[in-house]
């Protein structure tokens, strides 16, 4: 919990109380991704390789995360990573 209370100090998207500038994906029945401004979080709970539809700046992750060579992230099993909006 120390890297997300970390984040909320350097990412105003993620201390931004409301909602309208967040959106959910449904990547598959085991994996989300939830956007906010500068920032996205990928979670999934299954215990297959997902390949998540981000490219960017890893932030923070809990469990082991790949970067394929096309630049988007591969979970492969439960987990999650936070990566930093490109732009």
């Known amino acids: 919990y120390r890297a997300l209370i970390a984040l909320r100090r350097v990412l105003p998207g993620a201390t931004d109380p409301s909602l309208d500038t967040t959106a959910v994906e449904v990547v598959d029945a085991d994996t989300v991704l939830m956007h906010r401004p500068g920032f ?14 981000l490219d960017g700046k890893i932030l923070a992750t809990w469990g082991d995360a790949a970067q394929n060579p ?14 930093q909006a490109e732009g």
């Open 70 to 83: 096309d630049g988007r992230w591969l979970l492969p099993g439960a987990g999650a990573i936070v990566v």
């Open 40 to 53: 996205t979080v990928a979670a999934t709970r299954g215990d297959a390789q997902v390949e998540v539809p």
